[in-house]
C-alpha cells in the first residue's frame, strides 16, 4: 500500500527569487508570483502546507494594464462608517502606490485564510530597481511569456 507524501512545515526548504516587473501584465505576472508562493512548482507541493518560495519583485511602476483598465479599474476600500468608501483609479494607484497594484493582485489569488497570509508574508515588492534583500542571494526568474 503507497501513501501520500505530505510536506511538514520543518522539512520545507525556501529559496529566493527575483523578477523584474517591467512589461510584464499585472494579471499574468500576479498568477505566476501566487504559483512560486504556494508552491506549486515544487513537487513536494502540499495544499495545507506553506510550501512556497520567497519572491522580490523589483519595477513593479512598470506594469502594464490591458485595454481601458488604467482608467476604468477601480481599487475600493471602507473605513467602516456610514458613508467611508474610497475609491482609488488603478492610474492613480499606479502614480502614487505602484507596488500594491501587484500586491492587491497577488493577494487575491492566495487562499483566503491563514495559510495565504503566512504566504503573502513571503512577497516583498519595490516600486524601483533596488532591493534591501541582496544578503538571501536572490536568484533571477524570468517566466517564459510576458503575454
Not at 517591467?22 to 499574468?28: C, I, N, P, Q
Not at 504556494?38 to 490591458?66: I, Q, S
Not at 468608501?85 to 507596488?99: F, R
Not at 504566504?119 to 530597481?129: D, R
Request: no cysteine; net charge positive.
Amino acid at each position: 500500500m503507497r501513501t501520500t507524501y505530505m510536506a511538514k512545515p520543518g522539512s520545507v526548504e525556501r529559496k529566493w527569487y527575483v523578477i523584474d516587473a517591467t512589461g510584464w501584465r499585472v494579471g499574468r505576472l500576479a498568477t505566476h508570483i501566487a504559483s512560486i508562493l504556494r508552491g506549486k512548482h515544487k513537487p513536494e507541493f502540499t495544499p495545507h502546507v506553506d510550501t512556497g518560495d520567497f519572491v522580490v519583485v523589483v519595477n513593479a511602476d512598470k506594469v502594464e494594464f490591458t485595454g481601458n483598465k488604467l482608467s476604468t479599474k477601480m481599487y475600493r476600500r471602507h473605513s467602516g462608517y456610514p458613508g467611508g468608501l474610497k475609491e482609488v483609479s488603478a492610474a492613480d494607484m499606479l502614480n502614487k502606490h505602484p507596488e500594491r497594484v501587484l500586491y492587491y493582485a497577488v493577494r487575491g489569488m492566495l487562499p483566503h485564510n491563514t495559510l495565504g497570509r503566512q504566504q503573502l508574508k513571503k512577497f516583498k515588492v519595490y516600486a524601483g530597481p533596488e532591493h534591501p534583500h541582496a544578503a538571501q542571494q536572490p536568484v533571477p526568474l524570468d517566466p517564459a511569456n510576458k503575454g
